[in-house]
């Protein structure tokens, strides 16, 4: 019996070789003034063609241009057409956006003083997104992601001046103002 213990223990077992548990052999000294940077970099990230980076900017210019252009063929000063403020209508007062639909049909038709008229705020806001549109369309043709980090003091700066127009538009002076 005690002669197949000493069989059994006598036949190699497979795995790493005794040799091997001493680990593998280490690396060659790098040779002298060579300084070893770790792994390679990682190959330079490419920009996407040309077509993925303006599929945005431009999808977003033709839902503004359709958008503008359904105003500027639908009259929003004929009844019925559009909805009614709700504010205005339980309320009688104007809110920022009224006479914005009226502005953007004064503008499709190129009437800048109408446009202004029925709320000068809108043009601002038309002006003011043709220049962040061409920025995006600028630097998306030439693969710069575009950056926009507004603080706090830039909303609470938007909100006053939104603020002040509705106030100011609703009283007897800011006439003016109204659509």
Known sequence: M??????????????????????????????????????????????????????????AMAAVAGAFAYVGAVDPNEPGHYPVCPLLRFTGIYCPGCGGLRSAHAFVHGELGTALGANAL???????????????????????????????????GLGAILAVFTIVRNLPFGSGLVP
């Open 122 to 156: 809108a043009v601002a806001g038309f002006l003011l997104f043709a220049v962040f549109w061409a920025v995006w369309l600028v630097r998306a043709a030439a693969a710069k992601p575009v950056r926009i980090t507004l603080g706090p003091g830039w909303w609470w």
């Open 2 to 59: 005690n002669r197949g213990v000493e069989a059994r223990a006598a036949t190699p077992v497979p795995g790493p070789s005794p040799t091997a548990a001493a680990g593998p052999e280490p690396a060659p000294a790098d040779p002298p003034g060579h300084h070893h940077r770790g792994p390679a970099p990682p190959p330079p990230h490419r920009p996407p063609p040309p077509y993925r980076r303006l599929a945005a900017p431009l999808a």
